[in-house]
C-alpha cells in the first residue's frame, strides 16, 4: 500500500507517547548500551565500544575489534517496548569504522509499527581532538501502509582538557531530516554537551547537558566506581522529569556484560542487558597484530 503521511504521522506520535511520556522520543534517537543507561544516560563523554552508537569521536582512541549486542525493554510492558542493537567497531588504515544496528518494536514478533536503523560512523584524532561523524539510514514500517526512510548525519568532538578531565560534544541530526511534509515531522535533532572526571582510577563522574530543538534541556549526572577489580556499580539521575538509573557491570577475559534498570515515575521500571567482546587486540591503533 502507498504510504500514508497522515497515518504514518499517527503512529509516530502515538508511539512516541508510550516510549516516552515526557522523555526522549524513540524516533531515531537512541542511547544504547547498559553501562551508559545505568549512568543516567549520560554518554557523550564516554569512551567505550558503546560510542559507536552514542558518540562516534570516542571510538578515535580504540585499538581492538569490538562487537556489541544490546536488549532493551522499556516499561516491562507485557509485550513489550524493545530495542534490540548490534554493532562492530575496528581500527582501520586511518582511525577507525563502525557498523551498527538497532530494531525498535512493540514486541519482538509484533511488526504492526516498527523503526530499523542502519549507522555507519568514522573517528579520526587530529591535533589532540578526537573528531567524529555517522551516518544513518533510519527506517520507519507500518503494517499495511507501507515504509519511510530518512537519511541523517551525526557529528561528535571530544578533547582532553586535563590528564583526568575530558570535554565532549555531539550533534544527533545536524541535517535536520525531514520524515514527511505533513506536520512538518522531522527526526529529532539533539545537541549533547559533557564533561568526564576521573579523580581515581576506580572512580569515573560525567555531567551532560542536552537539548533537542524543539524541546526544553535536559541535564544528565552518571557516576562509575569499581568497587572489587572487573566489577563496576552504577549510578546516575536525569531531569525531566527526574529519573533515577542503577547498574552492574563485569569484566570477564575479553567479554564485558553490563545491566542496567530505570524506573520511570509514572510509567514503571525498565531494563537493559548488554555485551561487548573485544575480538582482536592491535598492537597499534591502525596496525593488526601478526599473531
Do not use: C
Not at 81 to 108: D, E, H, I
Not at 131 to 150: D, W
Not at 222 to 250: A, H, K, Q
Amino acid at each position: 500500500m502507498k504510504f500514508n503521511p497522515v497515518i504514518f504521522y499517527f503512529y509516530l506520535f502515538a508511539s512516541s507517547l508510550l516510549i516516552t511520556y515526557n522523555t526522549k522520543a524513540q524516533s531515531g534517537y537512541n542511547i544504547i548500551g547498559a553501562r551508559a543507561n545505568a549512568m543516567g544516560n549520560a554518554s557523550v563523554a564516554l569512551e567505550d565500544g558503546w560510542s559507536a552508537f552514542n558518540n562516534v569521536a570516542n571510538m578515535a582512541s580504540e585499538k581492538s575489534l569490538r562487537a556489541m549486542f544490546s536488549y532493551y525493554n522499556r516499561y516491562g510492558f507485557t509485550n513489550g517496548l524493545n530495542t534490540l542493537s548490534a554493532g562492530v567497531l575496528s581500527p582501520v588504515k586511518l582511525g577507525v569504522a563502525s557498523l551498527t544496528v538497532n530494531r525498535f518494536s512493540g514486541s519482538l514478533s509484533d511488526n504492526t509499527y516498527s523503526e530499523q536503523n542502519v549507522s555507519l560512523g568514522y573517528a579520526h584524532e587530529l591535533y589532540g581532538v578526537n573528531i567524529g561523524a555517522r551516518a544513518n539510514y533510519l527506517q520507519y514500517n507500518i503494517e499495511g501502509y507501507g515504509t519511510k526512510g530518512v537519511l541523517s548525519l551525526d557529528l561528535g568532538v571530544k578533547t582532553q582538557l586535563k590528564e583526568n578531565l575530558t570535554l565532549a560534544a555531539y550533534i544527533h541530526n545536524i541535517t535536520q531530516s525531514k520524515v514527511t511534509e505533513f506536520e512538518d515531522e522531522r527526526t529529532p535533532s539533539v545537541i549533547q554537551l559533557g564533561l568526564g572526571y576521573q579523580p581515581i582510577e576506580s572512580l569515573f563522574i560525567t555531567v551532560q547537558a542536552e537539548k533537542d530543538l524543539e524541546k526544553d534541556p535536559i541535564y544528565r549526572v552518571g557516576l562509575e566506581y569499581e568497587f572489587i577489580e572487573n566489577f563496576y556499580g552504577r549510578t546516575g539521575v536525569s531531569t525531566d522529569p527526574t529519573v533515577g538509573y542503577f547498574g552492574l557491570g563485569v569484566l570477564v577475559n575479553r567479554f564485558l556484560i553490563d545491566y542496567a534498570i530505570h524506573t520511570h515515575p509514572s510509567l514503571g521500571l525498565s531494563h537493559q542487558v548488554s555485551i561487548s567482546v573485544k575480538l582482536r587486540e592491535f598492537e597499534n591503533q591502525n596496525l593488526p597484530t601478526n599473531d
